[in-house]
């Protein structure tokens, strides 16, 4: 050991004794920073981690470790020592490791000066500090296997630009192995061996933030297999000339056993999942207790099954091995309770048959291109759920998110995976334990309308299907007990009654079976219970099986038990129509609904007569405009049901047409909400730490006016980062940053709330400040880079409350404004057949409740538009990602609300990007240069240090010498 460590140090000490060391760090960090912030875009791509500064690293790694142990050995046999060291009495292993750990530490110290620059990345933001640990780890080891690998190559031969090139060449080999490049020619399962095999998939993997036992011994094993061919080499340098003998066959054998072994562990390795450590932040990649807890609750078998084609897009091919591995480890936590399949649904007819008629799972058509040519793939990439009769599929869509850094740089990574089965096997579950009876939770009559022409004037294929509903109808309707019915509507009979009647209520229009075909007829399908309808669409294969599932699929949404209910009340949109000078009024918020919907029962409301749906499990109110009082009333009751109501609200109305406008608009919920205690003040918050926003701005040239969009630093873009976010209350899970747009301050009045809980969600930094202003555009010239003056009461705004307890009603003592006529109380009116006269109006009795249940829960969000469709888009475009955090939030809301924390806590260990604090051109400048200029000082540093150490050591020396000549 102490003759290694000399051979080491005295190497280490020849790298600093000439410009090597100097050149290799130098060039080291010159190039990784370059990469990191022009390469990756680092301040572009707005997240803080820094998994771009070991992107490269594979392939940088190659030339430099090539260029260090170039010279090892062929210089010592170009110099002629190489025999002298041979002979010498340290054995040909210490000579090897001794080259091979000053090489590592060079390295080292090059990956040392690097720690600067996470460290101030985490100034700028929340940075998981488990792929940063992963990252530097995965460099270490495969800068060990290169630089076993260019010893190996250094010492066959004597020509250090062959060495160079030649090493090259080999890791380039093991590099490519498992690239995207080479492993796209190939299946799945060809792929995964092939990434199994690559230097840099396993890199990868790493720096995730995952240990895995196996990776780590993937660098090992090579290293041992060139360190003991470079041993090997040497030792038959010695024996050059002489006699083959014992001595020398005990030596190949060895060599052999030892590189066999290396190579066999790491097949026997693979199929031990269990055995890697998982660093991130939560532990995102592991399996969490929540869903333990799910899987434990199993009394049948649980089957999960991913339907993975053999060629599908190479963006997706990647995150095949890493579902692979996710399922297996809902295998092992669930044990004999889950199966798990693997299936090329192509390779079998069969279970493609059976995943298209059963499950609804269809091969989608990918578009790729090479510079070959441009082709379309159609593959699976779905996975089942099933557990007793009941099954989920997740499609591709469900579990990735796609990353644009632009036009040709995209990313695609998977979302949440776990939460996403976990989610599915909660549904099936309490599906299954319901009996799987649709029409048990069922409890006012559900009827179903067919709107269809005559077998006549039906499609062959449609008049089948039409025969093939009528027989499943019969059968539902026998199995559920009274409550549920069906019947047959010609649209066009009695002169067309019937067809005007659902144009105006559904939008429907006549079908054709071409576009040149003349003939047209209906064919429409509808659930309806009360004052609640469900179109059913047509089955895509226009098959039994297909039709059946759609009939199941809409009557679970007026079941209880498979979902909860939703009621969201929107203002109403009216779109542009430019041809009549009229613009647009109203903002969409689809996106919203459609992300709601895939959890849970949305039903839109206008609350006009005075409720909310019966069904509702919670009240969603979005830019309340002018509500009247029995909109209010609906409100009110809602709350004192028990119920929890989320609002999001303020006073002002934006306008997001040529110009940007904001003007004061009543939402009708003023004096309610003081009367609970609340208070959306007529301002503005306007922060420094904010979101970027495209500003329409105008400028001079040669005397005309330049009228453009400009990305710039918005101030009522508020920008909420972890330090103004209550993580204590579980509601915030899995939100990094939420931007909330053109916000007002909430009061909270403390006396009126005494008695209930009041929990502070969401405040803007201490430098924000509010403004009455209702001129929104920046103005750069007089407020410089903020657009706009400074107020003078800076502090945190309250921009999120929650409030818990016991309200009374804002109408108790006062005469109820509900006027209830037939069809606004809580019975809904009976339906009226088309054709046939109204039914007399008959006044009801209303029932009023004047104080509510301790459970009843207001959560208020100060912003009309921070949910709207145009904002998450215009966030989208800024973030180049899909910007769903603003949803997300209130989907934690209804979650939170409706005590379905299990869930929200894995949401909460979702990898969701974590973005930088908002930083101008030259404060990222200077954040740049001050990283460049710390990694260069460190540089600095490190020479110092050797060239005192060698003068001391020179000193030393003489100082030696000088006593040896005195005394002779």
Request: aromatic share 10%; charged share 20%; proline share 6%.
């Amino acid at each position: 050991m102490k003759t290694l460590l000399t051979i080491a140090k005295k190497e280490f000490d020849g790298f600093f004794s000439s410009p090597i060391a100097l050149i290799f760090i130098g060039v080291f960090l010159a190039v990784t920073l370059f990469i990191f912030f022009w390469v990756e875009t680092f301040f572009a791509a707005n997240i803080t981690e820094v998994r771009p500064l070991f992107k490269w690293m594979p392939i940088l790694l190659i030339f430099l470790t090539g260029a260090v142990t170039m010279r090892l050995w062929a210089e010592e046999r170009r110099a002629g020592t190489l025999e002298f060291l041979l002979t010498a009495p340290a054995p040909p292993c210490a000579l090897v490791f001794g080259k091979f750990l000053a090489c590592l530490a060079l390295v080292a110290v090059s990956l040392l000066l690097t720690l600067p620059l996470p460290i101030t990345v985490s100034l700028m933001g929340p940075l998981d500090w488990g792929p940063v640990l992963g990252g530097y780890l995965a460099t270490v080891f495969l800068a060990a296997a290169y630089i076993a690998i260019g010893l190996y190559v250094s010492s066959k031969s004597e020509n250090q630009i062959v060495s160079l090139i030649a090493t090259v060449l080999v890791c380039s080999f093991f590099y490519l192995l498992g690239s995207e490049t080479l492993s796209a020619f190939f299946a799945n399962r060809g792929a995964e061996l092939l990434q199994s095999l690559g230097s840099g998939s396993r890199f990868d993997s790493i720096t995730r933030g995952v240990i895995d036992l196996r990776d780590l011994f993937y660098y090992v094993s090579l290293c041992g297999i060139f360190l003991t061919l470079n041993i090997y080499g040497l030792e038959k340098m010695r024996w050059a000339g002489n006699p083959s003998n014992g001595h020398h066959r005990r030596w190949q054998l060895a060599t052999v056993l030892l590189v066999a072994n290396l190579l066999v562990a790491n097949f026997w390795l693979a199929p031990l999942g269990k055995l890697r450590a998982d660093m991130t932040q939560g532990g995102i990649y592991s399996i969490s207790e929540v869903t333990r807890n799910y899987l434990g609750q199993l009394k049948e078998p649980l089957l999960l099954r991913g339907y993975f084609s053999a060629q599908t897009h190479p963006l997706l091919a990647p995150l095949v091995p890493r579902l692979r591995d996710l399922l297996q480890e809902f295998k092992v936590a669930g044990g004999s309770r889950v199966r798990v399949e693997f299936i090329d649904p192509v390779e079998h007819p069969e279970l493609e048959q059976e995943a298209g008629q059963k499950y609804g799972i269809r091969p989608v058509p990918f578009q790729t291109a090479s510079k070959y040519q441009a082709a379309v793939t159609n593959s699976y990439f779905d996975i089942l759920v099933q557990y007793g009769d009941q099954f989920e599929v997740l499609s591709f869509r469900d579990l990735i998110e796609i990353k644009s850094g632009g036009e040709a740089d995209i990313d695609v990574e998977l979302r949440n995976p776990e939460y996403d089965i976990t989610r599915a096997i909660k549904k099936v579950l309490y599906g299954y334990q319901g009996g799987g009876d649709l029409f048990a939770g069922i409890a006012k009559e559900v009827q179903f309308t067919a709107y269809m022409s005559p077998d006549e004037r039906l499609p062959e294929e449609l008049a089948k299907l039409k025969k093939d509903l009528a027989a499943l109808l019969a059968e539902m309707e026998k199995e559920s007990g009274g409550r549920f019915s069906s019947r047959f509507l010609d649209p066009d009979a009695n002169g067309g009654e019937v067809a005007a009647t659902i144009k105006k209520d559904f939008g429907f229009r006549p079908m054709a079976a071409s576009l040149f075909d003349q003939r047209t007829f209906w064919y429409y399908m509808v659930l309806s219970s009360g004052e609640r309808k469900v179109e059913v669409p047509l089955p895509e294969d226009l098959g039994k099986e297909s039709l059946k599932r759609s009939l199941e699929a809409g009557l679970k949404r007026f079941a209880a038990g498979f979902g909860k209910t939703v009621a969201v009340s929107t203002p109403k949109v009216v779109p542009p129509m430019p041809q009549y000078g009229m613009p647009g009024s109203g903002m969409p918020f689809e996106v919203l609904k459609d992300v709601l919907g895939k959890e849970h029962t949305v039903t839109p409301t206008d609350l006009a007569n005075g409720y909310a749906p019966e069904e509702s499990d919670l009240l969603l109110v979005v830019a309340p405009e002018a509500m009247n009082d029995k909109q209010v009333f609906a409100v009110d009751q809602f709350l004192m049901r028990g119920g929890t109501v989320v609002i999001a609200s303020a006073p002002y109305a934006v306008g997001l047409g040529r110009d940007l406008t904001v003007d004061k608009k009543a939402s009708g919920l003023e004096k309610w909400l003081e009367h609970v205690g609340l208070k959306v003040e007529e301002e503005m918050v306007l922060d420094p730490q904010n979101s970027p926003f495209p500003v329409p701005m105008q400028r001079q040239v040669a005397g005309f006016t330049v009228q453009e969009t400009r990305l710039v630093d918005y101030p009522y873009f508020v920008d909420i980062r972890p330090d103004g976010m209550n993580a204590d209350s579980g509601l915030l899970a899995g939100l990094p940053q939420l931007t909330m747009n053109w916000a007002s301050p909430i009061s909270v009045d403390a006396e009126k709330n005494k008695g209930r809980k009041v929990v502070r969600l969401l405040e803007s930094s201490a430098k924000s400040w509010t403004s009455a202003e209702t001129r929104v555009q920046p103005n750069f010239r007089a407020h410089g880079e903020l657009g706009f003056a400074a107020g003078d009461n800076p502090g945190r705004k309250l921009l999120g409350v929650a409030v818990e307890g016991e309200f009374t009603s804002f109408f108790s003592g006062k005469e109820s404004p509900i006027s209830l006529d037939a069809g606004e109380g809580p019975e809904p009116a009976p339906q009226q057949a088309p054709g046939q006269p109204p039914a007399e109006k008959k006044r009801v009795i209303t029932r009023q409740l004047d104080k509510s249940a301790e459970s009843a829960r207001i959560i208020l969000f100060s912003s009309n538009a921070f949910l709207s469709d145009t904002l998450l888009g215009i966030g989208s475009t800024v973030a180049g990602t899909a910007y769903l955090a603003p949803v997300q939030l209130i989907a934690n809301s209804i979650d939170w609300s409706l005590e379905d924390r299990g869930l929200l806590s894995i949401r909460g260990r979702s990898h969701f990007s974590r973005p930088l604090l908002p930083m101008n051109r030259d404060m990222q400048l200077i954040f740049e240069y001050l990283n460049y200029g710390l990694a260069f000082f460190g540089l600095f540093l490190v020479w110092l240090v050797r060239r005192r150490l060698v003068r001391g050591r020179e000193r030393r020396s003489l100082a030696l010498l000088q006593q040896n000549m005195g005394r002779v």
